[in-house]
């Protein structure tokens, strides 16, 4: 089975894109919503759950404006996720789009498990 692309919008009203940008794009913003730490040695970064890691390589990135990362033990060069900020000019909205892939069976799970990460994230920067 082959994973499906999932784009996910979660609107964070008037958060500072600066802002936001720390939180997705460091170790210690990461550390503060994403995973319990995260250690990073170039574009190497590590994140840790509990007592279990996982690590990424940092494949793509445009200051301010997206960080895209492949997990290691991924084998399609095609799959990824990416934390990008987008503005609506129109009412000064911050916008934090999600992209990540997921076997199609797993697709409402993997969507409720951003759900609860982007929930954390918000209490983080006082929404």
Do not use: H
Not at 81 to 100: A, H, N, P, S, Y
């Amino acid at each position: 089975m082959s994973k499906e692309k999932i784009n996910i919008e979660y609107t964070l009203l008037t958060v500072s894109p600066t802002v936001l940008w720390s939180y997705i794009s460091t170790p210690s913003g990461l550390a503060n919503w994403f995973a319990d730490d995260v250690k990073i040695s170039g574009k190497k970064f590590t994140f840790i759950w509990d007592k279990t890691s996982q690590s990424a390589e940092q494949i793509g990135c445009r200051t301010g404006v997206f960080i895209r990362f492949r997990w290691d033990d991924e084998t399609d060069n095609r799959i990824y996720f990416e934390f990008r900020i987008l503005q609506v000019e129109l009412t000064g909205d911050t916008i934090l789009e999600i992209i990540d892939f997921s076997e199609p069976d797993e697709k409402d799970e993997t969507i409720e498990l951003w759900n609860l990460q982007i929930e954390s994230l918000k209490r983080k920067i006082g929404l």
